[in-house]
């Protein structure tokens, strides 16, 4: 799994890992409120040590160092003494721990209490007591060392009489000597007793005692950090149960169909439409919803072998898909493109095309009846109303007859249907068509009903054209493509206040001095889109030829050959001579009226543009001679070159180039 993947993961399960991380610090907080801190004091005592065998050497002796006597009955009881309050011997050694180190011969002894003073003061009441106690611990200790010096005595004494009645005793004299051996050092252990005084003190008295475990913060971070880790493994087990589509190509995997397209912003597209009231394809405004729908239709087309006419069902996999509003906005995609389009309604269980698609304000006619729409070129047929169930209808020659007659009347035939597993409608409305387009919408389509949709449509010989995946995440590239119109549109105006060229698509005409005059400018406060086409319908004033938006052709240098309107020939008049309706009545031919100039020749029509999200600019002729240069457009908000976005600019040469150049 890459990193991508694993945070998508705990995105799609956010509301898990938030509860998870609440529940838990909730209970870090409830734990802490009723927990009561117990605090701990610590105190050491420093033991003698001396030297059994003085300077030649020995054994050490100490105090005995067994830890169980800092909580023995005699130290408890003086400890109980010095606290007071009365408190059992008992139950303060319980609270009482003590540890022995045998290289420092130190002993750490900790007491707790509720209260850090208490603590402390408990932990020095032992600490003395066990202080107090230590000479009473080394006399028992001297006491067995004289017992044992009188049992080595007794044993040299019997071996010496035994020697007395047999000199060559070999056990009398081993008794002897090991005897001798051990009073000696017994001697020299019971003097070092002797010698410890003290034999212990307190090294370090204990202060106010400290809490016992984690602090508060320290808790809340552990439960924080404990409920993350719950609520990401929460977000993990919910996927691994849910089977719904996670990505395009899973999708695409499932269906063994390809992909036409990614519909990308649906949501927005859908909360602009019901704002604005209008189609968001039928905007010039590009988004990556409209640019997602400009490829779905390419791609419909493609499949289709571009035919001369075009029959496609569109059908979604399961309700939550946005099956309508995508048929609409590809049939108005085709309608815009020129094409004679008719959007049919063939949901007659849940009609939403005909809200989606009204009629123009004012129109009067059947609503029954196939109407126009408010996107020129689309039409509409509504749903009929039939007493049959919708299933039987569409199975009979007359909805047959009728999908026909409605497809011989266009180019494209759109027909919105309901889902595939809702009812039959949708398969049989396929077999009527070209193809059939199956929406998908990510993380709400479950990958069986999208094979069980797929399967349903294959067993019945329909056509899949392919999947429209609805649901996808922004990508760079689609923001690129909505974008990329924007970096070579052309500005609101000139610095001189000369008018600017129309949009790409628009068709520009020049119109007479007095018109351009009177002229109005474009409003303010509109949209940008709307400002476009205020722009591109106003006519240029009197003067120097406005850029046009134009394709960009490699003109060869030379001579260039005169277009048929200006040759010379039969049919154009002679430019020394005015046209027929410059001349006065009955003048002869080659003189003109003084009275009214010859106007200037209308320049030759542009060849109209389609609309593109991206045009380039190029200087007339007359302005410059030679071959324009091209160099890269400049994107505005990449700051980088965009692929396949030129800008054209005025020839700084005065040599003509190579007819051949590139």
Request: aromatic content about 4%; cysteine-free; overall charge neutral.
């Given at each position: 799994m890459t990193v991508r993947e694993f945070l998508r993961t705990v995105?799609?399960?956010?509301?898990?890992?938030?509860?998870?991380?609440?529940?838990?610090?909730?209970?870090?907080?409830?734990?802490?409120?009723?927990?009561?801190?117990?605090?701990?004091?610590?105190?050491?005592?420093?033991?003698?040590?001396?030297?059994?065998?003085?300077?030649?050497?020995?054994?050490?002796v100490t105090a005995n160092t067994d830890p169980t006597l800092v909580t023995s009955t005699p130290v408890a009881q003086a400890a109980a003494q010095d606290v007071g309050g009365g408190a059992e011997p008992r139950d303060l050694a319980s609270r009482v721990t003590a540890t022995y180190d045998a290289e420092t011969l130190v002993m750490t002894i900790q007491a707790k209490d509720a209260g850090p003073v208490r603590a402390g003061a408990l932990a020095n009441a032992f600490a003395k007591a066990y202080v107090a106690y230590l000479p009473t611990v080394v006399g028992q200790q001297a006491d067995k060392v004289s017992k044992q010096m009188d049992a080595a005595s007794k044993q040299i004494t019997d071996a010496q009489a035994t020697l007395r009645k047999n000199k060559n005793d070999p056990k009398a004299k081993a008794l002897q000597s090991s005897g001798t051996d051990t009073l000696n050092s017994l001697t020299r252990t019971w003097s070092a007793y002797g010698s410890l005084s003290p034999p212990g003190q307190i090294a370090k008295p204990a202060t106010a005692g400290v809490p016992l475990g984690l602090g508060r913060d320290s808790v809340l971070a552990i439960s924080f950090l404990a409920g993350l880790a719950a609520g990401v493994g929460l977000a993990f087990a919910r996927r691994g149960v849910d089977f719904r589509l996670r990505t395009v190509g899973q999708a695409a995997e499932i269906a063994e169909a390809p992909v036409l397209a990614e519909i990308d912003g649906v949501k927005r597209a859908l909360k602009d439409a019901t704002h604005h009231g209008h189609l968001p394809v039928a905007s010039r405004v590009a988004t990556?919803?409209?640019?997602?729908?400009?490829?779905?239709?390419?791609?419909?087309q493609v499949s289709a072998a571009h035919r001369d006419q075009i029959a496609v069902v569109v059908t979604a996999a399961d309700p939550s898909a946005p099956r309508s509003f995508i048929a609409a906005n590809l049939a108005a995609s085709w309608a815009l493109s020129g094409r004679r389009t008719i959007a049919m309604s063939g949901d007659m269980r849940r009609p939403e095309l005909d809200e989606i698609l009204p009629a123009p304000?004012?129109?009067?006619?059947?609503?029954?009846?196939?109407?126009?729409?408010?996107?020129?070129?689309?039409?509409?047929?509504?749903?009929?109303?039939?007493?049959?169930?919708?299933?039987?209808?569409?199975?009979?020659?007359?909805?047959?007859?009728?999908?026909?007659?409605?497809?011989?009347?266009?180019?494209?035939?759109?027909?919105?249907?309901?889902?595939?597993?809702?009812?039959?409608?949708?398969?049989?409305?396929?077999?009527?068509?070209?193809?059939?387009?199956?929406?998908?919408?990510?993380?709400?389509?479950?990958?069986?009903?999208?094979?069980?949709?797929?399967?349903?449509?294959r067993v019945n010989h329909v056509h899949l054209s392919g999947l429209a995946v609805a649901g996808v995440q922004g990508s760079r590239r689609m923001a690129y493509a909505a974008t990329y119109g924007e970096a070579s549109a052309a500005p609101a105006g000139g610095s001189n206040g000369a008018p600017v060229a129309a949009p790409a698509g628009s068709t520009a005409q020049a119109s007479s001095p007095a018109q351009?005059?009177?002229?109005?400018?474009?409003?303010?406060?509109?949209?940008?889109?709307?400002?476009?086409?205020?722009?591109?319908?106003?006519?240029?004033?009197?003067?120097?030829?406005?850029?046009?938006?134009?394709?960009?052709?490699?003109?060869?240098?030379?001579?260039?050959?005169?277009?048929?309107?200006?040759?010379?020939?039969?049919?154009?008049?002679?430019?020394?001579?005015?046209?027929?309706?410059?001349?006065?009545?009955?003048a002869p031919a080659g003189t003109s009226s003084p009275a009214r100039p010859a106007a200037p020749a209308a320049p030759a029509a542009a060849r109209p543009v389609p609309a593109t999200t991206g045009s380039v600019r190029t200087a007339p002729p007359s302005l410059r001679q030679g071959r324009p240069r091209i160099q890269p457009a400049w994107s505005p908000v990449q700051g980088r070159p965009k692929t396949g976005a030129i800008a054209v600019v005025e020839d700084t040469t005065d040599q003509p180039s190579a007819p051949d150049a590139r």
């Open positions: 995105w799609d399960g956010k509301w898990y890992v938030l509860a998870a991380v609440v529940i838990v610090m909730v209970a870090a907080v409830l734990y802490l409120n009723r927990q009561v801190t117990t605090y701990q004091g610590t105190a050491t005592v420093q033991l003698a040590s001396v030297q059994s065998g003085g300077d030649q050497g020995g054994s050490a990556p919803y409209t640019e997602s729908i400009r490829e779905l239709r390419t791609a419909v304000d004012g129109w009067t006619g059947d609503p029954r009846a196939l109407r126009p729409t408010r996107v020129p070129n689309l039409s509409l047929f509504p749903v009929p109303e039939q007493p049959l169930d919708p299933a039987d209808y569409l199975a009979t020659a007359q909805a047959r007859e009728l999908v026909a007659s409605l497809r011989g009347q266009a180019d494209v035939l759109v027909i919105d249907a309901p889902p595939v597993l809702a009812a039959a409608d949708a398969t049989i409305l396929g077999s009527y068509t070209d193809g059939v387009v199956l929406v998908a919408s990510v993380g709400k389509t479950d990958e069986l009903v999208l094979a069980e949709a797929v399967k349903r449509l351009g005059a009177a002229e109005p400018s474009a409003p303010t406060g509109v949209s940008r889109a709307e400002r476009r086409t205020a722009l591109g319908s106003r006519e240029p004033a009197a003067g120097p030829e406005p850029l046009r938006s134009q394709p960009v052709r490699h003109q060869p240098s030379g001579p260039q050959p005169t277009p048929a309107s200006a040759s010379s020939g039969p049919t154009s008049a002679s430019p020394a001579q005015p046209p027929a309706a410059t001349r006065p009545a009955g």
